[in-house]
């Protein structure tokens, strides 16, 4: 297991430690992978963390050789692993309740907003389709449900006006929608020629903010990373070379935005 050091606020008894591990990966077995759940928890902690209400240690597993140790405690249960006081928490929902009910601070992050829930929920779907839909040549990726669905969240921070999804604070949906949103752009450009149309103004808005966040920037995987995650999804194989690769980070902004 690596150990990943994003160790925030302090590690003194009044602040709990709260480990969370994740999968590394798939390249280099070692560095952040791109699974979205890890990255959405990964991102709620960190938030905590900088508000010192926690000690945040991050720990990456390589599934495809998890050493011993990890075997023994976890079995074959897949990270991300929440462990708090020595209790490990395996579960996505686990999770979430956990860090809602449970962990100092936690409670601020979820915000009950059903029109929210609702737009964060559905994208991913619209993701796997488009992938789906890549090779038919037949099908223009302009004219998807993902780029309907964008469209709506578009519309939604227009009407909104504020930095994040239900305000100028973060909350619990935007650690669900930014990494959603990373993988569109990186995963839907790479397989499908997909780009956010540069219209989709707030959208882009939105982005800026969050490209300028460290609970973002120290959570975000690797393009590369990114596009071998479905690579593998499609059981195509990955070449030589990328092992040896630098690691790339899209986060351009392709319109001018002010920074109020």
Known sequence: MADDNHENGTSNGDVPEIELIIKASTIDGRRKGACLFCQEYFMDLYLLAELKTISLKVTTVDMQKPPPDFRTNFQATPPPILIDNGDAILENEKIERHIMKNIPGGHNLFVQDKEVATLVENLFSKLKLLLLNAKDKDKDPKSSSLMAHL??????????????????TMCCFDCELMPRLQHIRVAGKYFADFEIPETLVHLWRYM?????????????????????????????????????????????????????
């Open 208 to 260: 800026h903010h969050m490209y300028r966040l460290d609970a973002f920037l120290q959570s975000c995987p690797a393009d590369q990373d990114i596009i071998n995650h479905y690579k593998l999804q499609q059981s195509m194989k990955m070449k030589k070379h990328e092992e040896l690769e630098t690691p790339t980070f899209t986060t351009s902004i392709p319109i001018e935005v002010n920074d109020d």
């Open 151 to 168: 469209r709506k969240i578009d519309e939604h921070l227009g009407r909104k006006g504020t930095r994040f999804l239900t305000g100028d």
